[in-house]
């Protein structure tokens, strides 16, 4: 139980992050 709620907290700050090095990187390479 306590390694699913790790693996969850870890898995959604990994998808915000990607999330925002995404746009970053759309953001540089648009300008």
Known sequence: MKIGRH????????????RYQTFYW???HNV
């Open 7 to 18: 693996f969850a907290v870890y898995g959604r700050v990994q998808g915000v992050g990607f």
């Open 26 to 28: 759309a953001k540089r």
